[in-house]
């Protein structure tokens, strides 16, 4: 009995080793052939001549759904599928933006935010509301009430330790305190405009919010600090539809564990003023590169591996909101196991996960095995943190633990987010290879861990998100889920 006991307990050993070897000879094989792909960056470049941008509802969202749908065909996955969703899809018309002084007239440049009113003429004295925080709106307080709130989009000299909110909680903010219209302004300098969504819903909201470059609200603020009365006029056009717009889906099929899904994804959609480049150009083709190389590898995960390209994000999360009702009402949010959100990363670092007890330590170990494969690449970093406005939110206000690749691209890239420089130029083609190496590396270990943790509970949840200091911002967007 003993005897018969030692030798089972030899040969699961031996079959660890087996197994880890084997994992090791699978991961630097996917790396050789990861490390000389540039075909997402093509695919990308591509796409951003020939499409442009990937505005959902536009003729060119359409385009870039039926693009992303025929690679991932051509890829040869097993299972390629769409999940339309219905949204009202706002486009940008004209805008005017007037600055009076009681004896002229100054035009300055902007663009409208998103889901602002489809046609108004607003005109208001402006008032300086600071970083638009909640602080901000009570030291102005009854003044706010019919005016023109200039409010930053960052944080300007605010005090240590305060948290941004995003801009449709700042707009939810100045609506609260009966603003008649925002002028929000870029901290990016060179007049650079940005744009995004101004909704925390997706619906319009009821006044106009247009972005000012940094050198515009420098000027007026100044004017105003010296005592000058300004006011504003806000005229906008502008267009929403109501459209069928469609996330795309692809799968690899579990070896072991099929019914076990490890779901990665990231947006297609862009916003207009340029083609997207980096947001998310960036994540979405390199997950179209990731699903072609994994396909064509002799070997296939244990768990299922679900590619997702969203649509709508940029609008408020539209499509991951509708793939997560979805789930939800057919049952298959059980077996997404995890959500890898891929939204702006380039060169990942680590990775970052928010995950209840056991996934913190499941991706160092994780990250440490990968790090042996290029140690100068990839630093194995990896922490804990849990944050919003991207597709992964969702997911885990459902409980389902989010990772999501630790990147810096730099100063030059995030100074053109959601702006008219956010082109082709930005990306790197490695930094989108790197994307594919080591997410790719990460799906495999994953799809080969022995048991996976599990969801958050409903209280650990709650628990999590109130520690991240994410239920004031949640409350403001009607998400808080208690
Ligand atoms: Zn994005």
């Given at each position: 009995?003993?005897?018969?006991?030692?030798?089972?307990?030899?040969?699961?050993?031996?079959?660890?080793?087996?197994?880890?070897?084997?994992?090791?000879?699978?991961?630097?094989?996917?790396?050789?052939?990861?490390?000389?792909?540039?075909?997402?960056?093509?695919?990308?470049?591509?796409?951003?001549?020939?499409?442009?941008?990937?505005?959902?509802?536009?003729?060119?969202?359409?385009?870039?759904?039926?693009?992303?749908?025929?690679?991932?065909?051509?890829?040869?996955?097993?299972?390629?599928?769409?999940?339309?969703?219905?949204?009202?899809?706002?486009?940008?018309?004209?805008?005017?933006?007037?600055?009076?002084?009681?004896?002229?007239?100054?035009?300055?440049?902007?663009?409208?935010?998103?889901?602002?009113?489809?046609?108004?003429?607003?005109?208001?004295?402006?008032?300086?509301?600071?970083?638009?925080?909640?602080?901000?709106?009570?030291?102005?307080?009854?003044?706010?009430?019919?005016?023109?709130?200039?409010?930053?989009?960052?944080?300007?000299?605010?005090?240590?330790?305060?948290?941004?909110?995003?801009?449709?909680?700042?707009?939810?903010?100045?609506?609260?305190?009966?603003?008649?219209?925002?002028?929000?302004?870029?901290?990016?300098?060179?007049?650079?405009?940005?744009?995004?969504?101004?909704?925390?819903?997706?619906?319009?909201?009821?006044?106009?919010?247009?972005?000012?470059?940094?050198?515009?609200?420098?000027?007026?603020?100044?004017?105003?600090?010296?005592?000058?009365?300004?006011?504003?006029?806000?005229?906008?056009?502008?267009?929403?539809?109501?459209?069928?717009?469609?996330?795309?889906?692809?799968?690899?099929?579990?070896?072991?564990?099929?019914?076990?899904?490890?779901?990665?994804?990231?947006?297609?959609?862009?916003?207009?003023?340029?083609?997207?480049?980096?947001?998310?150009?960036?994540?979405?083709?390199?997950?179209?590169?990731?699903?072609?190389?994994?396909?064509?590898?002799?070997?296939?995960?244990?768990?299922?591996?679900?590619?997702?390209?969203?649509?709508?994000?940029?609008?408020?999360?539209?499509?991951?909101?509708?793939?997560?009702?979805?789930?939800?009402?057919?049952?298959?949010?059980?077996?997404?196991?995890?959500?890898?959100?891929?939204?702006?990363?380039?060169?990942?670092?680590?990775?970052?996960?928010?995950?209840?007890?056991?996934?913190?330590?499941?991706?160092?170990?994780?990250?440490?095995?990968?790090?042996?494969?290029?140690?100068?690449?990839?630093?194995?970093?990896?922490?804990?943190?849990?944050?919003?406005?991207?597709?992964?939110?969702?997911?885990?206000?459902?409980?389902?633990?989010?990772?999501?690749?630790?990147?810096?691209?730099?100063?030059?890239?995030?100074?053109?987010?959601?702006?008219s420089c956010d082109d082709i130029h930005l990306v790197e083609p490695r930094a989108m290879t790197n994307n594919v190496r080591f997410v790719g590396a990460l799906l495999y270990e994953l799809a080969a861990a022995t048991t996976l943790p599990g969801h958050?509970?409903?209280?650990?949840?709650?628990?999590?998100?109130?520690?991240?200091?994410?239920?004031?911002?949640?409350?403001?967007?009607?998400?808080?889920?208690?």
């Amino acid at each position: 009995m003993l005897m018969l006991r030692w030798a089972a307990a030899l040969c699961i050993c031996q079959q660890q080793v087996v197994d880890v070897e084997a994992q090791s000879v699978r991961a630097k094989a996917f790396d050789a052939a990861a490390s000389v792909s540039e075909q997402g960056y093509e695919w990308l470049a591509w796409s951003t001549a020939h499409i442009g941008h990937r505005l959902t509802g536009s003729e060119q969202g359409r385009k870039a759904e039926a693009m992303a749908d025929s690679l991932f065909r051509a890829s040869g996955l097993d299972t390629v599928y769409t999940h339309p969703f219905e949204a009202d899809a706002w486009a940008r018309g004209s805008v005017k933006l007037t600055v009076g002084d009681g004896k002229g007239f100054l035009h300055l440049t902007c663009v409208a935010l998103a889901n602002t009113p489809l046609a108004c003429s607003v005109e208001a004295p402006i008032v300086d509301a600071g970083n638009g925080l909640a602080e901000d709106l009570l030291r102005i307080g009854p003044a706010a009430k019919g005016a023109t709130l200039l409010v930053n989009l960052g944080l300007v000299a605010a005090a240590e330790g305060t948290k941004n909110l995003h801009r449709s909680e700042k707009t939810a903010l100045a609506l609260k305190a009966g603003a008649a219209s925002i002028l929000f302004v870029n901290q990016v300098s060179g007049g650079v405009l940005l744009t995004g969504t101004a909704s925390i819903d997706g619906a319009l909201i009821p006044i106009p919010a247009a972005c000012l470059a940094t050198e515009d609200g420098t000027m007026l603020r100044e004017r105003l600090s010296k005592g000058e009365n300004l006011t504003a006029r806000l005229e906008m056009r502008n267009t929403s539809e109501r459209v069928t717009a469609r996330n795309i889906v692809a799968e690899l099929r579990g070896t072991k564990h099929p019914g076990e899904v490890i779901l990665v994804g990231g947006h297609l959609d862009s916003w207009d003023l340029a083609t997207g480049a980096t947001d998310n150009g960036l994540g979405s083709f390199s997950i179209l590169d990731l699903a072609r190389l994994m396909q064509s590898m002799p070997f296939k995960p244990e768990r299922t591996i679900r590619f997702v390209l969203f649509m709508g994000e940029e609008q408020g999360l539209l499509g991951s909101r509708a793939l997560v009702d979805h789930y939800a009402r057919n049952s298959e949010l059980d077996r997404v196991r995890c959500m890898i959100n891929l939204d702006m990363s380039g060169n990942p670092q680590g990775f970052g996960v928010g995950g209840p007890v056991g996934w913190k330590a499941l991706i160092a170990d994780a990250c440490d095995r990968i790090a042996r494969i290029d140690t100068a690449a990839f630093k194995g970093r990896s922490s804990e943190q849990i944050w919003l406005h991207s597709d992964h939110q969702p997911f885990l206000l459902k409980g389902v633990p989010v990772i999501y690749p630790l990147s810096d691209l730099g100063k030059h890239v995030y100074g053109c987010y959601h702006s008219s420089c956010d082109d082709i130029h930005l990306v790197e083609p490695r930094a989108m290879t790197n994307n594919v190496r080591f997410v790719g590396a990460l799906l495999y270990e994953l799809a080969a861990a022995t048991t996976l943790p599990g969801h958050f509970t409903e209280a650990g949840l709650r628990e999590r998100l109130m520690e991240a200091d994410l239920e004031g911002p949640l409350r403001i967007g009607g998400d808080w889920p208690w």
